[in-house]
C-alpha cells in the first residue's frame, strides 16, 4: 500500500524563491559553430548522412558543449572572459561573500565536462575544475569547495553531507545524477545556479528541490 501525497497537498513552510536568468553573448567563433550545427542538421534530416556517421543527439550534445564554453568545442579557442563558466563563477563569489556572516551554502549543477567524464581521457577540458581553481583565484578556500563525485561511498557522502549543513563547506558541485534527488544538504542554501538544462524535464524538478525545501534557514 502506498499513500501518496503531492507537495501541495501538504503545504510545507519552504522558503520563497527568487529566479534570476542570466544570458551569455556568444563569441564569433561560438556563432560560426552555431551555424555549422546547423548544417549538419539539414544534411541529417534530407538522409545524406548515415545514423553512424551523425545524428540529431549527436549534434544537440555539441550544441550543448559549445554553449556552456567554447573550449568544449574546440581546445585551441581561447577562454571567454563572457562564458557562462565564468559568469557563474562571478555569481558564486559574490554570493560567498555576502553570505559569510550565515556561512550560506550554494550548489552548481552541471552535467557537463565532469570529473568522471575528464577522468576517462587525462588532459580532457573539465569544467568542474575551471570552477573550483578560478574561485580559489579569487580568495575562496580550496577546503569549502567539494565535488559531489568525490563521495562515492556512503561514508563519504554523510561526510560531505554533515559538511555542508555546518557551513564548513559552502560551495558544492555535481551533476542531476549524482547531486539531485536524495541530497538533503539544504539547511544554510542561499543559491542554487544551473549551468546546463538536463536532458529531462524530471531533471530541472529534483534540481530544484535541492533548495525549496523544508528545513532550508534562508
Known amino acids: 500500500v502506498a499513500d501518496i501525497k503531492t507537495a501541495d497537498q501538504l503545504n510545507l513552510p519552504t522558503p520563497e524563491v527568487e529566479y534570476h536568468n542570466v544570458k551569455a553573448q556568444p563569441t564569433a567563433a561560438q ?7 546547423g548544417k549538419r542538421a539539414d544534411r541529417v534530416r534530407s538522409g545524406a548522412v548515415a545514423p553512424y ?36 563563477v ?23 565536462a565532469t570529473p568522471s567524464a575528464a ?15 578560478k574561485l580559489i583565484a579569487k580568495g575562496v578556500p580550496a577546503d569549502q569547495i567539494a565535488y559531489i563525485h568525490d563521495a562515492d561511498t556512503p561514508k563519504k557522502k554523510n561526510a560531505l553531507s554533515s559538511k555542508m549543513k555546518s557551513g564548513a563547506i559552502r560551495v558544492l558541485i555535481g ?11 539544504q539547511d544554510r542554501l542561499v543559491a542554487l545556479h544551473d549551468l546546463d538544462c538536463p536532458w529531462r524535464p524530471g531533471d530541472l524538478a529534483q534540481r530544484k528541490g535541492r533548495i525549496e525545501r523544508q528545513g532550508n534557514q534562508n
Open 31 to 37: 556563432q560560426a559553430m552555431v551555424q555549422e550545427l
Open 53 to 88: 556517421e551523425d545524428n540529431m543527439l549527436a549534434i544537440t550534445n555539441d550544441g550543448r558543449k559549445l554553449a556552456l564554453d567554447q573550449r568544449l568545442a574546440d581546445s585551441s579557442l581561447p577562454d571567454n572572459p563572457g562564458s557562462k563558466l565564468n559568469m557563474v
Open 90 to 112: 562571478e555569481n558564486v563569489f559574490n554570493t560567498w561573500e555576502s553570505s559569510k556572516p550565515t556561512k550560506g551554502t550554494q550548489l552548481i549543477f552541471c552535467d557537463l
Open 119 to 133: 577522468g576517462k581521457d587525462s588532459g580532457r577540458f573539465c569544467s568542474y575544475d575551471d570552477i573550483r581553481d
Open 175 to 185: 551533476s542531476t545524477a549524482k547531486m539531485g534527488a536524495g541530497t538533503n544538504v
